[in-house]
């Protein structure tokens, strides 16, 4: 049950919105997609749903493209949120779960569960359109994962949401991942990847430019932190060979490093200035791969 | 199929559910009611109907007055001659104060001379049927001075035959059309207003998932086809039932109501001699026109972002409808023309048109049949191009709501 993107590329015309895109996430994986606004994670998501079909290149899930036949099997929590504002929460979770072919009775009652879980089990015969946007949000997951899918894609699950909330959502994500499903999600929140995943891509205009798991980008990034705390001037070592960059922080400094023998280094060099309070070498974080690759802040 | 059933069972129940349309299905059906009632609420309210019939009569002979009423009855008019013993000043503020409606002044020397005064001079119609009167007994009492016998008297009073033919085969005699004319035009309004309101219903549906974005999550579940041909069975559906109700009611009321429908203010409408095909070709171009406008609004309905932009781009169909509706309308009274004959075959107009020409003339099956078999082409290829249409067009969202939008769409939903 694992998912195979191969060289999918999206065209519009003459706008290439998504280039090239390779990727495989086993069963039980969670795979993290980081990018800009526009840079093709929505279309790389609609083409896995088969909402979009691929100008080139193949997508397989379970060995096959995915099509309506598997509808019961595939969840997914669309980045533009939306729900029937009209209808009634209960209701409205029964109806989209039927249309992935849950039977009524069962959906029932996993929409009590949920909503228990959520602790929003009050909201069940309101219209969606009088719940706040942080719990029209839960049930928007909710919708995504009732009926059991194998194959979860979330685009965008956390945002908007409070931190108690985004725990929330979090946890429920993660045990849905230790019973077995595959799930492929977008956040706009680094930690947040860092934090859930095993896998990671990150898209910038359409191709992805840092791809795998997490320990092997952070280690094939090929740069470290140092970190120095001490109350000298620490501006005359990023002279030293090997250092790449400098940053002052307000109780010393940060120095990125090509290899582990520059800290070495840093380490001598610092304790010739002066008494030394912290001295760490530090992985680099998503963060500064992000800048680093994509060439500005991550949103 | 499963989930065919339950989109088609939600896109009927909520339509079903909501105020608007049950307010409306009472509102017409009560209408029914009250215009197979109106006969006798206009009675009730003209209670003293015979009384203002009456004629007073100024007749000095005395023996003028009942001829007079005999003839006005051999005549057909239910007006009441009356002799009256009243002066010509008193009849005259009688008149001013309406408690007389009209008195005629006969006098017969040589020739019979009759004076009619009423309020105004269109008073009561009825002037030319009591000059008709006047002079029939004028012709009596000629013949009788003449010494002619009531057998000769009769004979003379003989009407000609007058009656209308057309020569052409296909069309329907003078009688018939007037008699198919009334009911025609009900039926025709029916579809009329049948393939305005339930596609719009559709095109509105459509818009409203797309704007509120549950869409994107509708499709991932279920095949846009799907989902738009599902949409477009349940409403149907809902207004083949609104119709049957619509029907019913009129029925039971026109039964209930006692009320002579042939006769009357409803003759003109031509119930008394009702053909079961005019019924059942009514329903059949009503289901036609329905999907082929439907699969139209659907298409339209999903380029839109926004609800409000719905009507804007439902312009050129409505356009179409009401170009429909203007041949159709026109047409009831030459149904042989050329333009109604064309436009018969040509598919946006045929559910009202076609339908116009098989009520009103007795042409060949074989031209409904082709006609049919048009407009069910055209569906299928609309439900073609719709599909691919309403595929892409489900996803787009953006500002510019032209038709030009159909070719993106056409493109994003594409296949390669």
């Not at chain 2, 013993?85 to 005259?92: I, N, Q, V």
């Not at chain 2, 407009?375 to 953006?398: D, E, H, K, Q, S």
Request: aromatic share 8%; net charge negative.
């Amino acid at each position: 049950m694992s998912l195979i993107v191969e060289h999918a590329t999206k065209k519009f015309g003459d706008f290439t919105a998504v280039d090239d895109v390779s990727l495989t996430v086993e069963q039980g994986q969670m795979h993290g997609f980081l990018g800009a606004n526009g840079a093709g994670k929505t279309t790389t998501f609609r083409m896995i749903l088969g909402l979009l079909n691929p100008t080139a290149g193949i997508i397989r899930w379970n060995g096959k493209p995915i099509t309506y036949a598997e509808s019961p099997e595939i969840g997914y929590l669309p980045e533009e949120r939306g729900l029937y504002p009209k209808m009634q929460v209960e209701e409205q979770l029964i109806y989209l779960a039927q249309l992935r072919s849950m039977p009524k009775a069962d959906a029932k009652k996993e929409v009590r569960k949920w909503l228990e879980r959520f602790e929003v089990p009050h909201y069940a015969s309101k219209k969606v359109e009088e719940l706040s946007k942080g719990n029209q949000q839960k049930i928007q997951l909710i919708a995504s994962l009732l009926h059991q899918p194998s194959l979860l894609i979330l685009d965008e699950p956390f945002s908007g949401l409070d931190p108690v909330n985004v725990e929330m959502l979090k946890s429920a994500i993660l045990d849905f991942q230790k019973e077995g499903a595959t799930i492929v999600f977008s956040s706009h929140r680094l930690d947040h990847v860092e934090e859930l995943c095993d896998n990671m891509s990150i898209l910038d205009r359409g191709k992805i430019v840092v791809g795998g798991s997490i320990r092997q980008v952070k280690r094939s990034f090929g740069k470290q932190n140092v970190r120095i705390k001490m109350d000298q001037d620490l501006s005359i070592l990023h002279n030293i060979a090997g250092v790449e960059n400098f940053t002052k922080t307000h109780d010393g400094a940060l120095f990125q490093i090509t290899d582990e023998t520059v800290a070495q280094r840093l380490l001598e060099e610092s304790m010739k200035l002066g008494a030394l309070r912290h001295f760490a070498i530090e992985e680099p974080s998503l963060e500064e791969i992000f800048i680093a690759k994509v060439g500005k802040a991550y949103a | 199929m499963h989930s065919f059933w339950i989109i088609f069972k939600q896109a009927f129940m909520t339509k079903a559910k909501t105020k608007s349309f049950i307010i409306t299905t009472v509102i017409v059906a009560a209408a029914f009611f009250l215009m197979a009632n109106l006969p006798n609420i206009i009675e009730a309210f003209q209670g003293s109907e015979e009384e203002e019939n009456v004629l007073h009569v100024m007749d000095e002979s005395g023996d003028l007055t009942e001829a007079l009423q005999q003839q006005l009855k051999a005549a057909g008019s239910d007006i009441q001659a009356m002799p009256t013993d009243l002066t010509e000043e008193e009849l005259k503020e009688g008149i001013t104060d309406g408690s007389i409606e009209a008195y005629l002044v006969l006098e017969q020397n040589e020739q019979l001379s009759a004076r009619y005064v009423s309020e105004s001079a269109n008073e009561m119609n009825s002037g030319a049927d009591i000059e008709q009167a006047v002079q029939s007994l004028q012709t009596a009492l000629t013949a009788e001075t003449m010494g002619l016998d009531a057998a000769e008297v009769s004979q003379l009073f003989l009407p000609a035959a007058f009656e209308r033919e057309a020569v052409s085969e296909s069309s329907k005699s003078q009688e018939e059309l007037s008699q198919a004319r009334g009911l025609v035009y009900i039926l025709i309004m029916l579809i009329y207003i049948a393939v305005i309101y339930y596609p719009n219903m559709i095109a509105m549906e459509v818009a409203n998932e797309k704007s509120s974005r549950v869409m994107e999550i509708l499709i991932s579940s279920v095949s846009p086809v799907k989902h738009m041909f599902a949409k477009i069975a349940g409403i149907g559906t809902l207004g083949i039932l609104q119709m049957l109700v619509f029907g019913l009611s009129g029925y039971v009321a026109i039964k209930t109501a006692g009320t002579d429908l042939s006769e009357g203010a409803f003759s003109v409408f031509g119930f008394s001699d009702v053909k079961i095909s005019t019924f059942l070709f009514a329903v059949l171009f009503f289901l036609l026109g329905y999907f082929l406008y439907a699969v139209l609004a659907a298409l339209l309905g999903s380029l839109v972002s926004r609800t409000e932009d719905v009507q804007q781009l439902m312009l050129p169909m409505m356009f179409l409808i009401i170009i429909a509706s203007f041949i159709a309308f026109s047409g009831i009274g030459v149904p042989e023309a050329g333009f109604v004959t064309v436009s018969s075959f040509i598919p946006f107009f045929a559910p009202l048109v076609m339908f116009l020409r098989v009520g009103m003339l007795d042409i060949p099956l074989w031209e409904p049949l082709l006609s049919i078999a048009i407009m069910l082409a055209t569906i299928g290829i609309l439900g073609w191009f719709g599909a691919r249409v309403y595929r892409g067009g489900v996803l787009m969202y953006g500002s510019s709501q032209s038709l030009k939008d159909i070719r993106k769409a056409i493109r994003l939903g594409e296949n390669k």
